[in-house]
Every structure is written in C-alpha cells, then in structure tokens.
C-alpha cells in the first residue's frame, strides 16, 4: 500500500477511535447523571474521569457498596493513607459524596473552583464550628458527607489518632456513621512512605487498590470507630489477590531482583555470603531431591544460617511443607510433634546433630535423614552455574513460570510449627501460603523493617518470628540476611552488627539483655533500632539500650498464630514542624494493617468498648485457620474468625495496643485479679532493674484455701523479703498484690523461643 494513503487510514482511524470514545463518554456520564438525579452534570463528569483513571492504573476491588443507604443523610469516616482516597471513596459512591477539606485548597485558584463545583466543604483550624455547621446542615438535607478523622494523610502508614469532631457532627444531623477503608495505597507515589511525595519510584503497574464501605452504626457509638475501621480493613485486607500466591513464588521473585547481589551472610563458622542467584540455585537443586519423596511434610532440624534457610526454601520450591522442630523440649514433647505432623524425613547436619547431642542425647531422630552441608556439596558446580546464570538473565517476574515454581498456594498449608508449649503440651500450627504471605505485606506497611535494611536474626527458624521475619521477609524483600546459629552467642552477635554493618536486630528480651553487658554504642554504631517481642519487654530494658547502647528497643507483639506479627512500634516521623508518633514505650505498638481487634470482658465474654482492658481478640487474613487435629483446643481459641489471644490488653486513644498480662498470668486473691507481670516489675523496680544477666525472677501463683490464690516469687538472685514487702506496700500497691512467699532457686526456667516456662514455674511454685 503506497504511503500516504496508508497514513490516511490510519488517521482516519484514530480520528474514529476518539470520537468514539468522546460519544461514550457522553453517553455514560447520561447515563450516569439519569440514574443518579441527585449528582450535577459537573460532578458526574468528573466521576467518570476518575473512573477512567483509576481503572487504568489500579487493580480495583469494591466491597460494601450495600451498606450506604439509599436515601437520607450519612456520614462517611474513612482512614488516610494517600492523596488519593478522596478519589477513591467518591468515585465508587452511588451517591455524591461531599468531603471536608483542607482549607489550603481555597488559596488556589483553580482548585478553588473545582472544590466549591464538587461541593466540598473546606475546614479551616481556626474557625472549625463553620465547617460543622456546614455538613451538619448537608447530612440534615440527605446529603452524604465524608470525613478523614485522622486530619492528616498518615506518615507511617498506621491509622492514627481519631479526632471526635465527626461523633458531634452525626450526633447533631441525628444521621448513621459509615466506616470506610482504603487498602493498598501505602507506598504508592500519592501516599507519604519514605517521607516524600511522588519522588519515589512506583511499585508496579496497575497495583491492587480496595475500597470498602463497612455496617451502618449510630452516633452513640461513635467511641467504637476506630475498632470498626479496622475490622472494615481486614476484611478488604483479605481479598488482596496476592494472597492467593505460594511463598515459592514470592522468595524466587525476589531472589531474582538481587540476583548478583549479596543477600545472606552466614557467620556459623567463619563468614559465609551467597547471592540471590547461587541461593536460588542451591534451593532449586535441592527441591528437586525432595520432591521424588512421597510424603507431603518434611522435618527439619537446623538452627538459623545457610543450611536453614536453603532447607526451608527448598521444601517450598518441591511444594513440600516445612516443620521446623523444636531440638529444646525434650523427648516425649519431640515425639509427640513428629507423629502429628506425620514427618518420616528429616533435612538436618551430621555436625549440628553431633552437637545437639551433647544437650539433647536422647532426641528423637527419624531414620531417613538429609545431610544438608553433604547434599549441597554434592550437587555439580556446572549445575549451581547453570542455574545461577538463569536467574541473572531471566525477568524477576517471570523466574517462577521459567523454574517451574509453584504460583498459587493460598489457603493450602505452607509451614507447620509448633508452639513452645510454655503451658502445656505443644500445639500444631499449620499457616497457610496466604497467612504468611499476609505478614509479610503487613511487615512492609508496618515499616518495622526497613527497605534495603541489613537484618540480624539468630533466633532460631523453629520460632515464629525467626520462621517468617528470619527466612520469609528476609529472603523476599529488598534485604541482605545475617545469621547466627545461636542467640544467646552475646558476643558473636554483638560482633556481627559491629563487622557487617547491621541496621536492625530482632530478639527477646532475654536475649536482648545480656548485650548490656558485652557491647558499647560504638559497635552498635550502624543499628538504627531493635525490635523485641515473644514476651513482655521490661521497661527499664528499654530505657538501658536506649542510655548505655544509644540504640532505640521498639516492642513489637505477635504470636504462633498469627504468623506470628500482630502489632509493632515504629520509629517516630518528623517533618520538621511536627511529629508523627509511631512508637510508644510500654505499649506494643499499634495493629499492623489488615488486623482488627476487639476486647472482651472475661467473666461475662461481652464486647468492651475502646479503651477498656478486656480478653484481646484479633481477627485477620495472617491468622491461622486451626490446631494440627485439636478441633477441640481450636474451638477454645477460634470464634467466627475472632482469634482469643490469652492476654489481657486495651487501645489508647491514639491507637496503641497495651497488654496488661495472660490471663494465664493471673492470681485471682481473694476475689482480685492479681497480674504476675506488674508484680514482677515493681520488685524489679526495687533492685533497680533486672540487671545484665538472665532473668532474676518469676512471680507465680499456689492454691490457697483461704484466698483461692496466693503469689509466690521465685528468685535468682539474693533479696531480702521484708524489704521488698515493705518497699511494695511504701509504693502503693495493694495488700492483696504483695507476696507473702519468696522461693530462691538456681535459676528461672526459660524455653529456648526465650519465654518463660510457665509449666515449669507453675510447677517450683506449687
């Protein structure tokens, strides 16, 4: 075809293509404003605009349209993650939605214009009652108004403190409350991640964004807002499509993106550092071996390092079921845990278990073993150079498809731990793909771990947190690893932040303590922060690595089932004229995204409202479905989704979870609940701190006949009991709170994840 009449077909085309387009246009926003006679012409324009360009650069998923009423006044209350919720929230409305803005907008021009056409309804901080007024009157018209009670885009990606202007405007305009929920917009260019907006680098085309609309409630119930916006968001939270992934999946991808660079570093024996492509290839090879096996888990017995790690990856690429096992509780216990899980193969190393049997001589070993150092050694150079030059060449994105991966694991099990059995017989925790692929994403969000960050972990891949933050986050984010087999190596660990340049530990706080003892602020000079969790962090902990180490200790919360994170404290953000808080001491932080939470009175099981210490329940996408065959224990714990937790809590008014103890923890003296841990640390407080060394007491409870309960502290260290009684009752605390029984014992009993041994001490005490 000669060229210009070439070019002329295609002009006409395109000619054609944007009338077209213009003539649908028209007749959708027609259609729009006939079927919505209470939306202006401009307002439907404008929605379909935003329809256009929310569809074109976002995945959508809209839940709850149902429960915004058809007719009279509503009062949208929505979370603030980005500059683009207002879109979000009004595009998806049947009804016209008016916002309260900020005032700012006025002072421009054009978008002053565009505000008043779109009817919003600016706020001004020193004439606020206007702006009241004014959607009061809205909502008594039949209008649906929509507010961000927060008042501010959030800076760390947490919901933040609620203000209760909206409870006086719905009282007023007597009209229902709507929660609202945008999910998926932390980290995007329109939201302030990383402190900046826009200058920062989109993560991926087309991301999947939520909207949900949540139950009608009444303006007098107004202090249950923030617990109803959360339980709005997990539930968006657990549609997120990339939940229905396979762990294989998300660790190649990410394997693939630092293929050439350096992404654990082992310091075992020596120092030991593998790229993401030789990691990859080593857990590809092994895969392949274990998946000629017949049986769906594998046992593995490691402690944290390269051999761990390419061990769990590998079960996951053959899409086996890593169970990693507890070597610390004993034989009965062990037994008891390989027969349930049913594990006939076991990946461990003829070093390790020659090791392990000078503590643990009588550990229960299968018959078919895997010698991981043997089989690594084994496998040909040119294969492992085959493999790695694949992961170097090959798409991230497309390595899974090229490897023959397994892409979609959702609700099948991923990991089967068990707990620590600290207060009876170790349960099984089966976690599927989609709850640790659902932590993983609310460690991102959480901000907890930082991009690009240098992570030590020792804590061993049998504890949860050492199982998903250890191996799973650090091996699938933009994260070198650095391990240790052992944490309670004080000095090897201390070493390993100084000579690698650590930016964030994760510990307990047993083994958090002793580095008072073996490190200066110098080699800690490259630790932004240490994340502490597993057990109640002790605040004179913090207050010591914060004065004698100049490292901030954030208290972070999770358990077994959950995956195990439900709640962290975070840094704080400033940006220069103010201070956004993400980290208060003596909480635990707030929820991470995608957790509701709910508290329950323990004697009567009614819901509290916020606030009020009460039983802690949670409820999300991370949260186990149940036990490893205990459907009995599994009804104990899990009720309509809602998770019971075992510890007593409340949130603050800014959001931040506070627990006050396991019921577990509890003496009921006389008729009083007594918690063992705030006994504790006032004793504590009269030695001036817990020290240095382990832990130097354990406050339990014994049968009492006259009492029901009476406590009883068993120390470590050397106390005199008159004084402690009298330093109690000289700092106020009840006479039912003071001991009246001091046992000294070599030492306090602790499991290997770093707890108590609450068996053990019910146990000494009694």
């Known amino acids: 075809m000669p060229l210009i009449p070439a070019l002329g077909l295609l002009a006409a085309l395109a000619v054609f293509a944007v009338v077209a387009a213009a003539i649908f246009l028209v007749a959708y926003v027609v259609r729009l404003a006939i079927s919505h006679r209470q939306m202006g012409w401009f307002y439907c324009g404008v929605q379909t605009l935003c329809l256009l360009f929310v569809r074109f650069f ?9 429960n915004l009423p058809d007719t009279g006044g509503v009062l949208i209350v929505c979370n603030h993650v980005s500059y683009l919720d207002p879109v979000l929230i009004g595009t998806f409305s049947p009804r016209p939605v008016r916002f309260l803005s ?34 009061e009157e809205a909502l008594r018209r039949g209008e649906v108004v929509c507010i961000f009670p927060e008042g501010n885009v959030t800076r760390n990606g947490a919901l933040l403190e609620i203000r209760r202007g909206f409870e006086l405007i719905a009282r007023r305009a007597g009209c229902p409350i709507v929660p609202a929920w945008v999910d998926g ?136 079921v890593p169970v990693n096992l507890n070597f610390t509780v004993g034989r009965a216990a062990s037994e008891s845990c390989l027969r349930r899980a049913g594990v006939r193969t076991m990946i461990t190393a003829e070093a390790f278990r020659s090791k392990l049997g000078e503590r643990f001589a009588d550990f229960p070993w299968t018959e078919d073993r895997i010698d991981v150092a043997d089989a690594l050694k084994a496998l040909p150079k040119w294969k492992i150079a085959l493999v790695a030059l694949v992961a170097r060449v090959t798409p991230s994105d497309l390595l899974p498809w090229v490897l023959g991966l397994p892409r979609e694991g959702g609700e099948r099990e991923a990991g089967l731990l068990f707990t620590s059995g600290s207060s009876g017989e170790p ?57 240790l087999p052992s944490p309670v190596d004080t000095a090897g660990n201390v070493a390993a932040v100084r000579e690698e340049a650590a930016t964030v530990t994760v510990g307990t706080p047993t083994f ?26 002790p605040a004179d902990l913090v207050a010591a690595w914060g004065r004698e180490l100049e490292t901030p200790l954030l208290e972070g919360y999770g358990t077994t089932e959950s995956s195990p994170v ?87 008014e800014e959001g931040f979870l506070h627990l006050e ?21 006032a004793i504590l407080g009269l030695l001036g701190g817990a020290g240095e060394g382990a832990r130097p007491l354990a406050v339990a409870g014994r ?16 106390l005199e009991p008159e004084r402690i009684r009298e330093g109690l009752v000289a700092a106020g605390l009840p006479n039912l709170w003071i001991p009246r029984i001091f046992v000294r014992v070599p030492a306090i009993p602790v499991l290997g994840t770093g707890k108590l041994d609450l068996r053990a001490i019910k146990h000494l005490a009694s």
């Open 58 to 66: 976002y995945r959508i998923r809209v839940q709850g349209v149902a």
């Open 102 to 135: 900020w005032d700012g907008f006025e002072r421009m021009p054009v978008m002053r214009q565009v505000m008043r056409l779109m009817g919003t309804i600016p706020v001004d901080a020193s004439r606020a009652k206007d702006a009241v007024a004014k959607a």
């Open 185 to 320: 917009k932390w980290g995007s260019i329109l939201s302030l991640s990383e402190g900046r907006l826009f200058w920062k680098r989109p993560r991926g085309w087309r991301r999947p964004v939520g909207v949900a609309y949540g139950k009608p409630f009444a303006a007098e119930q107004a202090a249950e807002a923030r617990l109803r916006l959360l339980e709005v968001g997990s539930e968006l939270f657990a549609t997120r499509p990339q939940l229905r992934g396979h762990l294989a999946s998300e660790v190649a991808r990410g394997l693939g993106l630092r293929a050439g660079r350096e992404v654990l570093v082992d310091r075992t024996q020596g120092r030991r550092a593998v790229s993401g492509a030789i990691l990859l290839a080593l857990a590809w090879l092994l895969a392949r071996r274990l998946g000629r096996l017949p049986e769906e888990r594998i046992g593995i017995v490691l402690p944290a390092g390269l051999g761990a790690a390419v061990a769990n990856l590998a079960c996951a690429f053959a899409d086996k």
């Open 427 to 483: 349960k099984g925790v089966a976690l599927s793909h989609a709850n640790i692929l659902a932590n993983l994403f609310q460690i991102d969000e959480s901000g907890a771990v930082p991009r690009r960050a240098r992570l030590l972990s020792s804590l061993p891949v049998f504890h949860s947190f050492g199982f998903t933050v250890g191996v799973w986050y650090a091996l699938s984010r933009d994260t070198t690893l650095i391990t």
């Open 512 to 537: 958090l303590r002793p580095w008072l003892r073996k490190a200066k602020p110098a080699d800690l000079a490259s630790l932004e922060w240490a994340v502490a969790g597993a057990e109640k962090v």
């Open 566 to 652: 439900l709640a962290v404290n975070i840094p704080d953000v400033s940006d220069g004229s103010q201070t956004w808080r993400g980290n208060r001491i003596g909480s635990v932080g707030r929820p991470v995204v995608g957790v509701a939470v709910r508290f329950l009175d323990p004697e009567t099981g009614a819901t509290l409202p916020e606030g009020k210490t009460g039983l802690l329940q949670v409820r999300g996408a991370n949260l186990f479905s149940g036990y490893l065959g205990d459907t009995t224990r599994t009804a104990e714990v899990m009720s309509d989704g809602w998770y019971t937790t075992g510890d007593l809590g409340r949130l603050d």
């Open 661 to 681: 103890g396991r019921l577990s923890r509890f003496s009921k003296v006389g008729g009083e609940m007594v918690p063992h841990g705030a006994v504790e640390d």
């Open 703 to 718: 049968a009492d006949e006259a009492k029901g309960e009476q406590l009883v502290v068993l120390h470590a260290v050397d």
